[in-house]
């Protein structure tokens, strides 16, 4: 064991891990919530940027006076977060991260907010009305479209707007060497969840299965655009964001989803390889069901593959880990509720089961939660650091 010897940039790094090049050190990769990046900076390690720590530092503590904060101050760090550029995840990379997300694709980014009823309401760019419930994330209260009709007549925004693509160019100047994955939305989850609702969703599957696959097709046209615009602004990745599982078990059945998901979501990794960009899918819940058909399909990696649904890293690794990347392995979801040692050792132990060998980053399963106790997240960042150093290759 003994420190390793950094000779790549970030950029270099995640790339040469992607195609099972040799690496220097494993890339990371840190998923982190706005509202946790407000009380990182405040209590933890402050950002390069002055006034991100200010901001941080107010909006931490207006969360924490009340015991149930009301929607403003649930509402505040997230808008925080849109309007500073995705302040939480470039933070990620503040703090030693090698690849980190941006987008404008985001449902609140341009988004409209009124007031109804005393509560807060945002309408996102898609048409999607939204309101905060219990927690800290605007959930979807009326989607964009009610029935079959609207979905033929449903008029996308204008992928062309070039102020859209800024956010790349920001990270771009201020990260040059670092890894910058465009987020865009696949063709079931947002759309299933947000644009019809999930119910809806289903059924228009099996009721109007043209008209469906029709308005997945303009989906996917608009969002591939979105993919070459993005990586001309300075993405070097695309990240997909399409859930497909329940915990072990996929959320429809492998028949439907290789009717009606599949053929689009190829469509979008053939765009980002087009553009000469690796593509990464986050796709939450069990995934067992669905490796054969990304490594079919071309994808590059895989993030989250979360254990608590059902996925196995150690077999998962094995089986395809010679074609198909999985960036997981710090498990923040899991590991909130362990002790610090054990979230540690868990740390070290799914760093183990790949470790340099490649096509593996080193990530959060998901967006690290403000509800994480303090122990566990100096846990998790010192063991990474540790990892980083080689301290714990064999």
Known sequence: MGRTSENMTSRERVH??????????????YWINAHTGCRL?????????????TMA?????????????????????????IHTFNFSNAYGLDMGADMCLASYAAPWRYATFFLKDGHIMIKDIYGVKRALGAGIYPDMVEPAIHNIHEAKEYQFPDPKRDSFYNIFRRYRRDYPHASIAAEVWGPQDFTSTSMFGMEAYMLNLIDYPEEMQDFLRRWTDYHIEVVRRSVA????MIFIEDDYGYDNKPLMSMRM????????LKRLVDAGHEVGVPVCLHSCGFQ??????????????IQSFQAKAGNDFTKGYAQYGDRLGFVTGIDVQLGEFMSPNEFRQQIIDNYRIAGRKGRHILGTNHEIQPTMPDANIRALFATVSEIQ??????
Do not use: C
């Open 16 to 29: 040469a891990a992607i195609q099972g090049l040799p690496i220097d050190r494993v890339p990371v990769f």
């Open 41 to 53: 900076m405040s209590e933890f390690r402050p950002a390069r940027k002055k006034w991100w720590n």
């Open 389 to 394: 150093q080689g301290l714990h290759d064999k």
């Open 288 to 301: 067992i069901s669905f490796l054969d058909s990304y490594v079919e399909i071309g994808i590059d990696l």
């Open 57 to 81: 530092k107010f909006l931490w503590k207006k969360y924490q006076e009340h015991r149930d904060p009301g929607e403003i101050w649930r509402l505040l760090p997230l808008t925080f977060d």
């Open 257 to 264: 989803w290789k009717e009606f998901t599949m053929p689009h």
């Open 233 to 236: 602004a300075g993405a070097d």
